[in-house]
């Protein structure tokens, strides 16, 4: 399984948190409410490359940075 880092940055590029998410398939990062370590999010999409994140209080954009990969 390979393991991801994935950072939260606000819409100022400010980087809000951080959180390792593993995953099969590493064309494609699914998150979900318990791989988000920060406020309860509404909904998610993409959007040129970033995937945004609707949350309660403001819209955080994250960028998917490809970590090693690691045996499970």
């Not at 494609?28 to 949350?55: C, M, N, Q």
């Given at each position: ?54 949350l309660s ?16």
């Amino acid at each position: 399984m390979a393991q991801y880092l994935v950072k939260f940055f606000s819409d100022s590029n400010e980087m809000i948190g951080e959180t390792f998410i593993e995953q099969d398939n590493p064309d494609l990062v699914v998150l979900d409410a318990k791989s988000l370590l920060i406020d309860p999010f509404i909904e998610t999409k993409t959007a040129d490359g970033d995937i945004e994140v609707i949350l309660s209080s403001k819209v955080a954009k994250f960028r998917i940075l490809k970590s090693e990969y690691l045996q499970v």
